[in-house]
Nanobody, 126 residues
């Protein structure tokens, strides 16, 4: 059974940092595109960042460019999201996702990802 488990969320003041992790078990995702999405209360889930199979290419939503960094460690079947200069509008549940059908092209749609974690809450206070 494939599982994606996020960790690292929490409460932080504006301007602070958090590092999210996503550990994958039950399948090797070393050849898959991985991504992070988020969903704020009352809003649709949105793409945050994506990374290709070897980490050589990344893509970010405009709202997080320059502040967030996505990375991966295929030996550990883990992906990360380093979040710096956090803002109250970053408050959301953050989801790890995997697109096992692609290795290079980083898609930004919900339907492009076929495996999902349960999410971790990130709350940024002003």
């Amino acid at each position: 059974q494939v599982q994606l488990v996020e960790s690292g969320g929490g409460l932080v003041q504006a301007g602070g940092s958090l590092r999210l992790s996503c550990v994958v078990s039950g399948r090797n995702f070393g050849a898959s595109v991985m991504g992070w999405f988020r969903q704020a209360p009352g809003k649709e889930r949105e793409f945050v960042a994506g990374i290709n199979w070897d980490g050589g290419r990344t893509q970010y939503a405009d709202s997080v460019k320059g502040r967030f960094t996505i990375s991966r460690d295929n030996a550990r079947n883990t992906e990360y999201l380093q979040m710096n200069s956090l803002k109250p509008e970053d408050t959301a549940v953050y989801y790890c996702a995997a697109d096992s059908r692609r290795t290079g092209y980083i898609a930004g749609g919900l339907n492009d990802y076929n495996y999902w974690g349960q999410g971790t809450q990130v709350t940024v206070s002003s």
